[in-house]
């Protein structure tokens, strides 16, 4: 499923680099994609190229389910950046998903107040085409 | 093998001071605020900069600094790791004092932090920069808030706000009490003196905070001297000794924060109690970096103060503030005296007022050991000091 990016003024995008253009390219694709440990098996984020965990350089790519949870979150309220001033109220969340790690990302679907959202809620990725070559992943709750 | 107990009354702070003009500064650059602040601070040691053999900065680097004061250091030293980042300039200027290569250490702070011209760019590689801000997952407020959300949902968001309500209150009340204070500055709009229903009806910034949950954003500098124990006892004023310092960080960006409810602080606390030979209960004086309500609350607990979710009950009745019995940010705190951007450095000046008795109204009776805390980022990095008058 695709959501509509928010009408306004220029969007603070990410600039992909050499490491994690592999990430951007599969959410453009709508898929959302994790590096993974071959030596202790930790699945992480944000991607690169050493686990966090055991600090290895032996590494891959797995896709990720997309199925999450919020773990926290806050309702945005003053702009945090002239490019949100359109946007607010908005709700941002660390999302726990199904593979592990913590994935910074926006609440889609539900009224920004504080009660429209719980932590421990579950609900599933999907793609915000942002730009061209950009679309991020964002959260929309069961 | 030195040990970190071999460190302790090394050295001492002899001077502090803030910059001219606090709070609404307009007509002033951040560099003019570390200048004033330097020279004030010195004056306070009876030192002048010709004395200064190191020099330690965050943010804006010791070169630029060093060069607009005309001085030439020997030890140098921009180690920036957000608003703790001066305690550890504290602890880095004991390790080169330790090991006989500097003996007067100047630590400067100035950020025009309401009224600059020109705002840091972003490194747009940079992780948050890449899978934060696309979201609008920008600056302290949204990551603290997050972080509150996760702390209230464990323990329970009604007593939870309560707590925060009581440490904003509370820190408003010493602020009253220092003329520095921002809320006592002549451009500060709306009440100065307030209390719960003020805290619950002010606006949201980012839910779970009120702006009342929220620190100042001021103009202003503070700069530091650290001296050897040779210097400090030949000092003009009474030496505030370093007897325990740690330093710490776990993360940069909030989404890679181990666990959002404890900071490293959980290690720094103990680590510098311990150097110091001292617990808890023997600090008179808590000065605890409070960029937000929330900040405090995490940080009490996380230093060992009282245990995990206990920190509302700890704060309770406005227990930190004037008259209570656990004394904590006399000065009025980042949220009601000062907040330039990198607010550790105040923390420095008030302990260190505190162990002199230079605090005027606000002074706490028989101040002779503070415990002084700094969060510094997305509450990235912690520094812990214990300093005592004696």
Known sequence: MTTQPPAGPPRILPTPTQENDFYWEKCHEHELWLRSCNTCDETYFYPRDICPTCHSRDTTWVQASGRGEVHAYAVVHRPPAPAFAEEVPFITALIKLEEGPILPTRIVGVEPTPDAVSIGMTGQIEFEDASETISLPVFRPN | MTTASDLSRVAAIIGVDESDEMGHVPH????????????????????????????????????????????????????????????????????????????????????????????????????????????????????????????????????????????????????????????????????????????????????????????????????CVVVSADVASNAKKNPAWILGSAEGHDHQIISQMPDLTRTIAYQTGPRALEMAGVTHDDIDLAMIYDSFTYTVLTTLESLGFCGPGEAPDFVANLRTGPGGDFPMNTSGGGLSYAHTGMYGMFLLIEATRQLRGESGDRQVEDCNLSLVHGTGGELSSTATLVLSNS
């Open chain 2, 28 to 223: 002033k650059s951040s560099m003019q605020h570390h200048a004033e602040a330097a020279d004030n601070a010195l004056r306070d040691a009876g030192l002048t900069l010709d004395d200064v053999d190191a020099l330690f900065c965050a943010g804006v680097g010791t070169v630029s600094v060093a060069e607009y004061l005309g001085i030439v250091p020997k030890y140098t030293d921009t180690t920036s790791i957000g608003g703790s980042s001066f305690l550890a300039h504290v602890e880095h200027a004991m390790v080169a004092i330790n090991a006989g290569l500097i003996d007067v250490a100047l630590i400067t702070h100035g950020e025009a932090g309401r009224s600059t011209r020109a705002r840091a760019g972003r490194d747009a590689t940079a992780a948050g920069s890449q899978f934060e801000a696309p979201y609008g997952m920008i600056g302290a407020p949204v990551a603290y808030a997050m972080a509150c959300s996760r702390y209230m949902h464990m323990y329970g968001a009604d007593r939870v706000r309560q707590g925060m309500a009581d440490v904003s209150i509370a820190t408003r009340k010493w602020a009253l009490q220092n003329p520095k204070s921002f809320v006592n500055h002549p451009t500060w709009i709306g009440p100065a003196d307030v209390g719960y229903e003020d805290y619950h009806e002010s606006r949201w910034i980012a839910w779970p905070f009120h702006i009342m949950d929220c620190c100042l954003v001021t103009d202003g500098g503070g700069a």
